[in-house]
């Protein structure tokens, strides 16, 4: 799949990868944060439904691995996002010395947040492999990993285009990923709602990748591959036709960056 210019994958790589130094550099622990944070997330979920809410907590069996699952599943999507409120702002000193497509740049801050995914990810592996042993059914994991990144830079995409525009949409994409976040089932299963939730709640399409991974991590069964195949061959089409609309308006986003 090609959204830029393939001579351009080195410089998003690159470019990724001092977003990476840089951040770590800017704090005391460093790398230690990016397996610090899904941690930390888990921790809190699982003493609220646990502790306060134990008929949540209570009722999922293996609810601390359940729980970090969708806790580190999520965190990707949302850091990935969230970066991208203001990436083609951000990038205004750039932008005002030389003509770049502008889908590079929500492309770099995927790229950022999925390298940093790759290390958390390990790190979930080795404790899931620790507690009930691998299984033939993480062969699927690349396609997992592959449907949500592209469900990831088609999200993205949208929203560094959106949050350009109209700058004040930035505000309200906190809320949405909080919002998306508390029905994607990081801390239930969809399956104890009600049959007429079920549907909507797997609308979601993070709701329904978290449940692929948990069938691959925690009940070594195969996940919905014609789910994912479809979602990567929409997802894929979709992509197309924000390459289409970043040329589209390229001048339009250069003026609103650079104002």
Known sequence: MILIQTHLWRYALYRAYLNLVGEAAKLHLGWLWWFLEPIAMTAVFFAVFTYLRPMRGGGIENFTAFLIIGVTTWLWFANA???CTDVLVGA???VSQMRLPKLLFPT???VSA???QVFVFVVLLLFIGAMFGVSWTWL???LLAVTQLVIILATA???AFVCCCVRDVRFLVRSGLTLMMFCSGLFFSIDDLGAEW???FRLNPMAVIIEQYRAVLLHHSSPDVAW???AVAVGALFLFGLKWLYQRFDRTLTRRIIA
Do not use: D
Request: aromatic share 12%.
């Open 81 to 83: 996002v969230g970066n």
């Open 92 to 94: 205004r000193a750039i």
């Open 108 to 110: 770099i801050a995927v």
């Open 114 to 116: 999925s390298l940093k």
């Open 140 to 142: 699927f994991l690349p």
């Open 157 to 159: 995409a949208v929203v």
């Open 198 to 200: 079920r549907f909507w």
């Open 228 to 230: 994912c195949l479809g």
